[in-house]
């Protein structure tokens, strides 16, 4: 592949196309909407932000949840808020193209009862670090300073790869990768986990169409949660110095969900 990435890492494309699953496109195919559906409820939307929030630790589950959205029972609102807010920031991305601006938009959407204004949307300007639940640091984010520099050339890249006519299997490629990238670079005060998956599934739906949004990556990524931070960490302990050889675990558990 010839496209002129600036810092979404290629090296491992070719591996993860040759174990590829062949199935997997018959899966997607045969992907279709719930009945439960309805013209203002997305079931999959629904799915998609209580199990995207359940990796952030908020205590919420699916049953309440389309009880609230769907059917109209009320919760206080500290049980749903958050969750419906990403809600908000998923039907957002449905019917707006995926960019640099409309990803931060979402991100003020998502972060609505979590940030404070100033910093929906917003880049931060502090130092990141992600820690255990004993208080040890397990990563160190980009630096502030670099955080414009290094989000500048990932919007330049994912441009790139969405102009350009690229196969199902390097679709699914991408769009972890992106997920991962972003992650690591980790630009935002809060709100990145949720904003990196919703930015993978933007990325197929632009990719793949509607029937992207029905991937349940995001209850995948859940029920392996354990897995899933355990292959985030395998890259190493600080943004400088990661190893993108060993992202693929990670990068062949979206193509897993389905």
Do not use: C
Request: charged share 25%; net charge negative.
């Amino acid at each position: 592949m010839s496209l002129p990435l600036k810092i979404i890492p290629i090296q491992l494309l070719e591996e993860y196309k040759t174990a590829f699953n062949a199935n997997i496109k018959a899966a997607f195919e045969n992907l279709q909407d719930s009945e439960l559906s309805i013209e203002n409820f997305s079931f999959y939307t629904s799915v998609s932000a209580v199990f995207s929030s359940k990796i952030e630790g908020e205590d919420i589950d699916l049953d309440s949840f389309i009880k609230h959205k769907r059917f109209g029972i009320n919760y206080k609102p500290d049980y749903t808020q958050k969750i419906d807010d990403l809600y908000n920031a998923y039907e957002f991305a449905k019917s707006n193209r995926l960019s640099a601006d409309t990803l931060m938009e979402a991100h003020t959407l998502l972060t609505k009862n979590i940030l404070h204004t100033s910093e929906q949307g917003k880049f931060r300007n502090s130092n990141m670090y992600v820690m255990t639940d004993d208080g040890r640091i397990e990563y160190v984010a980009a630096t502030p300073e670099s955080v414009t520099t290094e989000m500048s050339k990932f919007y330049q890249d994912l441009e790139s790869i969405l102009k350009t006519e690229i196969a199902f299997e390097e679709i699914f490629f991408f769009a972890a990768m992106l997920h991962l990238v972003f992650v690591k670079i980790h630009p935002l005060s809060d709100g990145n986990g949720r904003t990196a998956r919703l930015l993978e599934k933007w990325f197929l739906a632009e990719k793949l169409g509607k029937k992207a949004w029905f991937i349940e990556s995001e209850r995948n990524y859940y029920n392996h949660h354990k897995i899933y931070y355990n292959n985030l960490r395998a890259l190493g302990l600080e943004y400088e110095t990661l190893d993108y050889s060993k992202a693929l675990p990670f990068l062949r558990m979206l193509a897993a969900s389905l």
